[in-house]
């Protein structure tokens, strides 16, 4: 090789190394966005399945059916606890907390008011 094909090769391989280098920490940023999109779709999806499990709690504690009830708000309580950590989260775990205990104790109309309560409180997130 002559000099002149040495220099360009070396000025090249340089380029070439500044682009690598500059490049590959940005794919990782990048990936990054996607995995927390979907963390955000999940906890979303969930908030909707909460909504949808506390209203059918309503329904059934309006009634008087205090079983169902509880089963429903049993299930709103666990897909709001994976529903991300929102204020109005809290709330509705405390709601659906008090429907369950007042359900268990037979109070039907004291845990549908909880549970509705706690369907508002999860309407408010979206």
Same mark, same amino acid.
Do not use: C, W, Y
């Given at each position: ?15 070439? /190394? ?26 979303? !999806?969930?908030?909707?399945? =909460?909504?949808? +499990?506390?209203?059918? =709690?309503?329904?059934?504690? &309006? ?11 049993? =299930? ?11 204020? +109005?989260? =809290? ?10 205990? +007042?359900?268990? /104790? ?6 549908? &008011?909880?549970?509705?309560? /706690?369907?508002? +409180?999860?309407? !408010?997130?979206?």
């Amino acid at each position: 090789m002559t000099r002149r094909n040495t220099r360009i090769a070396f000025v090249l391989t340089g380029l070439l /190394a500044t682009i690598l280098t500059t490049g590959m920490p940005l794919q990782t940023a990048f990936g990054e966005g996607g995995a927390r999109r979907d963390v955000v779709r999940q906890e979303q !999806q969930n908030i909707k399945d =909460a909504i949808k +499990h506390a209203t059918e =709690a309503v329904e059934h504690g &309006k009634q008087g059916h205090a079983d169902k009830l509880v089963t429903h708000a049993e =299930a709103s309580l666990q897909q709001a606890m994976r529903g991300g950590a929102a204020p +109005h989260v =809290a709330e509705a775990i405390t709601n659906l907390k008090e429907a369950i205990e +007042h359900g268990k /104790a037979g109070h039907a109309d004291v845990a549908a &008011k909880h549970a509705e309560s /706690a369907a508002t +409180h999860l309407s !408010q997130i979206q």
